[in-house]
């Protein structure tokens, strides 16, 4: 029998969802119309070191942040002249404050790899304008407030 032959996993593989309801009962949708997803979680390091270390510098990890860049072509239902209901509930994050300022979402390897993650964030919500034969598109800032938790994919 052969080993199978590995290959590189695609920008695209991943899929990102929004709590349409409440933490009591959640109601995930998946976000569509993604052209661009951008996950970093940067931890803060202090230095550390110390005469015991023998020359050798310390570093202890003191902290962590997470962030989303996203960017979505927004979606319309031209008939009856709506947005997708998971676009509008960031654009209504971004201009509100307190908890309703706050999006949970959820982003995971569509493909059913173990790779997922959730958390709650602040949305900033920047239209990209353009030239008369531009998309409506959208870049997104979703800032981490409070911890990126990794789960078990649902989509595996």
Known sequence: MS?????TALARRWALDINMGDDETPDWQRVIG???????AE?????SSDYDSDGWAGNTKT???WELGVTINRRIN???KTYHPTHEK???ASFAYGSASKAHIRYMDRNGLPEAYEGKALVTWAPSG???TALDQVEMTLTGDGPLTPITNPLA
Not at 34 to 40: E, G, L, N, R, W
Not at 43 to 47: F, L
């Open 63 to 65: 902290g962590q942040s």
């Open 43 to 47: 931890p803060n390091i202090e230095d």
């Open 90 to 92: 960031f654009r209504l």
């Open 34 to 40: 993604v052209t661009d997803f951008s996950p970093a």
């Open 78 to 80: 031209d008939a009856v």
């Open 130 to 132: 353009g030239e008369y």
């Open 3 to 7: 080993t199978p032959t590995p290959v």
